[in-house]
């Protein structure tokens, strides 16, 4: 049976604007939260890990729209400029949340980046997104030709591992989440560089 | 024994049922020492307000109940706390399972309003109802070879989620060196705001010693075992570089990957600042224990 199509045919309805705004209004709702003592007792430690967790999140999902379309057929390819530039902000508000917030002195947020190979590693991530978002346009993608473009936006792959080894480097004893992400994360990249013969039937 | 070591507080001044949700103002209690010139007056004089019941039982590291902060609240409802027994063995004189009321009968219960220091850089003050541990240990009758005192946790698998996803090698186990077991400042919690201990807070019985990192006050102890090695503990089983046998609260000795130097102290919303954390977490009395060692090595 063949779920693609109607997949397909649902999504086609839905734009690709629908990311921004529902990002936005979930950071934005998680802040007023916290603002006003509804997160629980220590509020800047939930919207860091939960920033955290939706950047890393929606680098998933982007690394997943090609796999997705070679296994299944369901496309997801006019949202992934949308989801990889909301990564980014959503990873902006993680680290303003944490150097604002959390550290909150421009001499010791630097000092933690020089210092914790977890930070620099995460700081590393967020810096490589920069050039990402910046040309996410189809401006950027004539101006540097499609060839180039798409080899630059080949930094993802690394953004997401990073970020991956980010959380895992942080976590205390053994536990499981930032592994199923480094693990997930791989596998995604290795499907670029792996043939994984999960091939779809043609229809 | 007991009222070695005394926060210069009546209990009226803290602790009315009612209040429990209230933050109140109040003096922090170096003072015993304090008076005969051996506390420096910053800490003498500064203010201590105790965090809310509702913010003492909400975030908890237990990580048999899981290692979210809301999990152990959310997870040790199923905890078996009644009936109770210790094993106590080892160098001891009188060795054996202990009924919890019979190893406390007779023994005073008090309130002692601590600060407490997580490794992980955060912090709160909490009122706790206990007893001098060396109250305990003088009960049992300390043999004179012993030097350590060993710890441990209890493990229900079937209560305990955490225990299956072994995120530590389970059962928990902490240890003291005898003469920090001994100190006044060293107490086997039984309750916290007059109220009987909340099992996410390590029901029945939890040791707590203020002046190291949270991790070192083990809950729900099933056994204490005097021992003259030093035995072995949990977390630095775990990772050894990171975390050590002393885990002396200390702000010049970071964790490998955080800094000691500041903390937030837990309830203070999205606008709270950090505050300086304190040498042996604000307790200076403590630091003739460790004359002589260098601290940045005896971690």
Known sequence: MDLATPINGTLRKLPAWTIYIVSAAWVTWMFYLGATNQLGPEPINVLEREYGELGLKLLVLGLLVTPLRKWTGVNLIKFRRAIGVTAFFVVMAHFLVWALLDVRSFERVWMEIVKRPYVTVGMLAFTMMIPLVVTSNNLSVRRLGAAAWRKLHKLTYLVAILGAVHYLWLVKGFQIEPIIYLVVIVVLVATRYVSLNIRRQPA | ?299
């Open chain 2, 1 to 299: 024994m007991a009222y070695r070591w005394t926060n210069n507080l009546t209990r009226a001044d803290i602790t009315p049922k009612a209040a429990f949700l209230n933050r109140r103002q109040i003096l922090a209690g170096t003072v015993g020492l304090g008076a005969i010139g051996l506390v420096g007056p910053a800490a003498a004089q500064e203010a201590l307000e105790p965090n809310t019941l509702e913010e003492i039982t909400s975030y908890n590291n237990y990580y048999e109940f899981g290692t979210g902060k809301e999990d152990p609240a959310r997870n040790a409802g199923a905890l078996e706390t009644s009936p109770w027994s210790i094993k106590v063995d080892g160098m001891v004189d009188n060795p054996g399972d202990y009924a919890l009321e019979d190893i406390l009968a007779g023994l005073t219960v008090e309130e002692r309003i601590y600060r407490f220091r997580c490794v992980e850089a955060w912090s709160m003050v909490v009122p706790w109802n206990g007893i001098e541990l060396a109250d305990i240990l003088n009960k049992v009758g300390v043999q004179s070879g012993a030097k350590y005192v060993a710890f441990e946790t209890v493990v229900q698998p079937e209560n305990m989620i955490g225990v299956q996803r072994r995120v530590l090698d389970f059962p928990y186990v902490e240890g003291l060196r005898l003469d920090e077991a001994m100190h006044p400042l060293t107490i086997m919690a039984t309750g916290i705001y007059n109220e009987p201990i909340a099992n996410q807070n390590g029901a029945p019985i939890r040791l707590v010693v203020p002046w190291k990192y949270g991790f070192k006050s083990i809950k729900s102890i099933v056994r204490i075992t005097l021992t003259d090695e030093e035995p072995p503990t949990s977390w630095n089983k775990a990772n050894a570089r990171e975390y050590g046998f002393y885990s002396n609260v200390n702000p010049q000795v970071d964790h490998p990957r955080w800094s000691q130097a500041t903390e937030r102290k837990i309830g203070g919303g999205l606008f709270a600042a950090r505050q300086d954390t304190l040498m042996f977490n604000g307790y200076p009395e403590v630091a003739s224990l460790y004359e002589g060692m260098d601290l940045s090595e005896f971690i």
